[in-house]
């Protein structure tokens, strides 16, 4: 007899933004005639930067050829996007990361999910909440975590309130954890972390001999030089930080899939007889087992990303982006909202009005302004009574979006 991974059952209900797809299908249907302005799922609108899909045409017009053709190519990644990541994205912050550390994949999502796997199964996990679900839900698919509520809280996990009160960032737990899921920018709530209080979060972790699971996908986003881009920015990280990035909002690869992780090397974790063993050794080889790499056309791609082109072209983009953020939290906050996020993240994190819980406004839009958005309890407990918008979009529609909002 075969049996299933019960632990899926433990999980509270499909996952978020396929159940907001389903929700926004059935009125579709219901309403052929409704023009739907989607600010939902975080996914980019505007095309791939030129610098980047000419490096791809040319990686595809040398796989034409025997001369150019590239079958399967280091798991890892190949060596000419870790040292350009390397060059680009950690020495000008004088951040020690060397490209052996870097492992190249098909997403930060895919990564912060198949982390835990090479945790024990009886680690204590932590996440701030409201949290992007992947990193509870995988735990659950593990059998990190009791039963759910219906809250959609689980049983052994320690869930770190982010409020108003802490500007969205969380407080250090008051029982011993020993996996530390952190995500600055934030994801959904657009709040950011400075080194001060990133530094708390590293200290417990020496302290305690956890590991913080350190999601910075949104970094390029931040304003200023005030905002810490890494973890590894702040001392003594490297001893107990990972830290996923991704290619998806940065330059429009959300159909593409490209991101990266870096494992230091003196990074450990600990066996039940209390010997060392060094996560980077034990992520390369669940990495090389499971994952034949990401395609050499995309990488080259990657690889655009950082040339003065590259650069420039993804720039424009970000700002674009980030001036629908400007043009969010000034109409929200003219029209009587209460408004969070949106100044270094392409998130918008809104108070829902009195007395309405998060679906009921999420249902309040789609059919009174034909706006969607995702509703906080999507995220967690503490993500009730609120709604997150979405940046990404073309500016006229954010606009148009904006103006029927304000006639509910």
Known sequence: MIFVNENFSKLKAGYLFPEIGRRVN???????????????????????????????????????THQGLHGYGPEQGYAFLREAIVENDYKPRNIQVDADEIFVSDGAKCDTGNMQEIFGID?????????????????????????????GRYEK???????????????????PVDMIYLCYPNNPTGAVATKAQLKKWVDYAVENKAIILFDAAYEAFIRG????????EIEGARQVAI?????????GFTGVRCGFTVVPKELVAYTKRGLAVEL???????????????????????????????KRQIQKTIDLYMSNADMMREALTQQGYVVYGGEHAPYIWVHTPKGVDSWAFFDLLINKAN???????????????????????????????????SKI
């Open 26 to 64: 059935a009125f579709a249907k219901a309403n052929p005639d409704a023009s739907i302005i989607k600010l939902g799922i975080g996914d980019v609108t505007e095309p791939l930067a030129p610098a980047v899909t000419d490096a791809m045409h040319k990686a595809v017009d040398e796989m034409a």
């Open 243 to 251: 830290e996923f990035r991704s290619f998806s909002k940065t330059a």
């Open 157 to 175: 996990i320690v869930y770190m309130p982010c409020t108003t009160e802490n500007n969205f960032v969380p407080e250090l737990p008051s029982e």
């Open 280 to 310: 980077h050794r034990i992520w390369s080889r669940r990495h090389c087992t499971k994952f034949n790499g990401v395609s050499y056309i995309t990488q080259k791609g990657a690889e655009a990303v950082y040339s003065p082109e590259g």
């Open 123 to 151: 680690n204590v996990v932590a996440v701030t909440d409201p949290v992007y679900p992947v990193y509870v839900d995988t735990n659950v698919m593990a059998g990190r975590t009791g039963e759910g509520d219906d809250s």
């Open 371 to 405: 706006v969607v958005g995702t509703p906080g309890a999507g995220f967690g407990a503490a993500g009730e009574g609120y709604f997150r918008l979405s940046a990404f979009n073309d500016p006229d529609k954010v606009k148009e979006a904006m103006d029927r909002i």
């Open 225 to 232: 030089d005030s905002i810490p881009h890494s973890i590894y």
